[in-house]
C-alpha cells in the first residue's frame, strides 16, 4: 500500500505545482506584486524546510487571491511558494516591504532538494542583510531561461501584512525615491502647520 500512495502523493504535488502561476522575471522598470502567484500555508508546528517540501504538506498548500499578503494576526509561521523564470540578463530581487518581520527564511528548491537559503528579519544583525535597506531584499539568483521554485518562511508578532514584490534595484532605488520624495512633502507641510500656529500663538 505504501508504494501506491507515494506515487499518488508526488503527482498530485505534480498538478498542483502545474497549476499555480509562474512569474516571469522580465520587467527591470517596475516593482512587481506577486501575491496572487504564490500559494500559501499556516504552519503550527513550525516545520522545517525538508519537511514542508514533501507531498503530503505540499498538499496543504492554498492558491493566494491577494495582491499583499494580509492574514491578519496569527503565532504561526507563514509559508509561501512561488515559481520564477528568468526571462531578461539582469538581477532580480524579492523585496518583503515591512521592516517589522521577525524571522525569514527564503529557499531555492529543486523537487525536494534544498539548493540556497537565506536567512533574515528582525532576529539577526542588520549588516548581515543581503541588501543593506529598511525592507528587506533577497536576490532571486537564477541563470538566465531558467524556472526556479521558492518557498518562503516568515513569522512576526505584528499583523500579517506586507507587499511581496519582484523586481530589479534599479526600480527599488526609483520606488524608494518617489516615497522619499511624497514623505518629504508630507513632512514640509506638517512642518508649515505647525510654524502657522506658532505664529497665530505669539501675535
Known sequence: MKF????????????VLSAQSVIPLKDIKDWHPIGKYTSYYEDSNYNSIEKIV???????????DQETPNLGSTADAVWFRFVVSKEVDKDFYLQIGSPFIDSIALY???GTQVQEVQLSGD????????VKVNTFLFP???PMGAKQT???CTKTMQPFFFPLRVGTLISFMEDTHKLDLIQG????????IILYNLFLYFS
Open 4 to 15: 501506491i500512495i507515494l506515487p499518488i502523493l508526488f503527482l498530485l504535488q505534480i498538478i
Open 54 to 64: 514533501q507531498p503530503n504538506i505540499q498538499n496543504h498548500f492554498k492558491l493566494y
Open 108 to 110: 531555492a528548491v529543486n
Open 123 to 130: 532576529n539577526y544583525i542588520f549588516s548581515q542583510r543581503a
Open 140 to 142: 532571486l539568483s537564477i
Open 150 to 152: 521558492y518557498f518562503l
Open 185 to 192: 512633502i508630507y513632512l514640509g507641510f506638517m512642518l508649515l
